[in-house]
């Protein structure tokens, strides 16, 4: 299965950062939401996920980027997840 999904930023404190993001999954299906990573532990929290299969399977690929950025002690403007 392929996915496509953007993670851009909207807004980041001492303490976290909060990521909105869209993509696509197979079948050119579309799904979006908002994250929110902190920046002390990496936690991730899923503030908003449209209602939708994809936007769940969408969210569980952006987490695990901004996971992957955090490892590395960045919070980038943009993102992408491609696979």
């Not at 996915?3 to 303490?15: G, V």
């Not at 969408?58 to 992408?80: F, N």
Request: proline share 2%.
């Amino acid at each position: 299965m392929a996915y496509y999904i953007e993670i851009y930023k909207i807004i980041e404190d001492a303490d976290m950062a909060e990521y909105d993001f869209k993509g696509s999954g197979p079948n050119g299906s579309i799904g979006h939401g908002r994250l929110r990573i902190e920046k002390a532990s990496g936690d991730v929290t899923v503030l908003e996920c449209s209602a939708t299969s994809l936007s769940s399977k969408l969210s569980e690929r952006a987490t695990w980027k901004l996971m992957m950025h955090w490892e590395k002690k960045e919070m980038p403007d943009s993102t992408i997840w491609a696979s």
